[in-house]
């Protein structure tokens, strides 16, 4: 099967609009402490790297080993915390956050650093495939796509805020601040949700046999994951790397942030311009993004030239694409498996996740091996190509 036409409807008694809003920007703003902390280091990868005696292809495991850990876990903590409150394991979660964060900021050496991402890749993996489905329990289901979009309009308000801000806070104070801040903030996230979630017993107990039985049975999740895999190892393979191929187009190292925050700002039009459209328009909103990430990473190389200027135009657009991304993905996922949102959504989370340690650890050896340029036509062919194979695969699942 493909997607299915109708939204999931939640099993739990409808809330009042009033207090679910207030309980999902609680966890859109635990979903922002997650992925500032994960793409933190994208901005300061370079200031990391000489700090740290270490190059910036090495560098680039801060974002793979998160990714890498965050695959395994989504599932795993999935099946653990399976009869758990939600409301409790959302909040372990992004506690750990904080204070990883916090070990990062104090870390002698690089392998305390590792240490630390590899429990915010924990953290990542768990709370992502837990509130990855979580709005169809917090409003009304008519807001449902909308409450969706606000709460992965955290991760595009990470781009535009977290990292641009977490940016400047190292060119200003020095990483080891931006880190400090970063773990405060998933400290204040910790303190809204406890306040403003309400309890949320397991509905469902999921197994891990369950996992790979839903692949085998479920084409239009299995077309998802295949999907998941090429735009989002295409994208982190060039974005991990956004600071040194705009350094490399001769951009001001103290406009870079200015930059990221065009990319961000970008990204979350893109995001609610999907979750308006998403709905209606899965498939082709799915197809439109590999074409525009696409076309954003070549033109990021043909206008280097330019500098700053030539730069802003393609990040523009890069921004809009990427940022249709979790909406879109998430929504063909719940519309695959409406009686299994759990499950489907550690899937993806998995390997949404492994993509990103992926795409960082092949974009390192692009970056210390090539060309850095070579990040940019690699990554845009990967998203062309889950473009392509999008209508054979739905076809092929319908035939």
């Not at 930059?259 to 709905?279: C, D, P, Q, S, T």
């Not at 519309?335 to 650890?361: H, R």
């Amino acid at each position: 099967m493909t997607a299915v036409d109708s939204p999931p409807v939640s099993t739990d008694p409808v809330r009042s609009s009033l207090k679910g809003w207030l309980a999902v920007l609680a966890v859109t703003l635990g979903i922002f402490s997650l992925m500032t902390s994960e793409l933190l280091p994208v901005g300061l990868l370079t200031p990391v790297a000489s700090a740290l005696d270490v190059s910036e292809g090495t560098a680039g495991l801060m974002v793979t080993v998160p990714g890498l850990v965050a695959a395994v876990s989504a599932p795993l903590v999935t099946v653990a915390t399976g009869r758990v409150d939600r409301r409790l394991v959302l909040g372990v979660l992004i506690g750990i956050v904080g204070a990883a964060n916090l070990a990062s900021a104090f870390a002698p050496n690089f392998t305390v650093v590792l240490i630390a991402r590899f429990l915010i890749g924990v953290s990542v993996g768990g709370f992502w495939a837990i509130a990855g489905g979580i709005a169809l329990r917090l409003v009304p289901e008519r807001h449902v796509g909308r409450a969706t979009a606000v709460i992965f309009g955290g991760v595009e308000t990470a781009s535009v805020l977290g990292v641009p801000t977490g940016t400047f806070l190292g060119d200003l104070s020095g990483w080891r601040t931006a880190f400090a801040v970063v773990g405060g903030l998933g400290l204040a996230a910790l303190a809204c949700m406890l306040f403003l979630l309400p309890p949320l017993p397991a509905t469902t107990s999921v197994t891990l046999a369950e996992l790979p039985r839903l692949l085998r049975a479920n084409g239009g999740v299995r077309i998802g994951v295949v999907v998941t895999f090429l735009v989002i190892t295409g994208h982190f393979l060039a974005y991990t790397f956004v600071r040194p191929v705009l350094q490399d187009a001769d951009v001001d190292g103290g406009r870079i942030g200015a930059l990221l925050l065009v990319f961000g700002v970008a990204g979350i039009i893109g995001n609610f311009v999907a979750g308006a459209l998403v709905e209606r328009h899965t498939r082709r909103l799915v197809i439109g993004i590999g074409v525009v990430l696409a076309a954003a990473m070549a033109a990021l190389v043909l206008t280097r030239a330019g500098g700053t200027s030539g730069a802003a135009a393609p990040l523009v657009f890069w921004g809009l694409g990427y940022g249709a991304v979790p909406v879109t993905l998430q929504t063909w996922i719940l519309k695959a498996a409406p009686d299994a949102t759990e499950a489907a959504s550690s899937v993806y989370v998995a390997m949404f996740n492994l993509s990103i340690a992926l795409g960082a650890l092949f974009g390192g050896f692009v970056v210390d091996g090539t060309a850095v340029t070579g990040v940019l036509w690699i990554g845009g062919g990967l998203t062309v190509l889950a473009s392509v194979l999008m209508p054979l695969a739905t076809r092929r699942a319908d035939g």
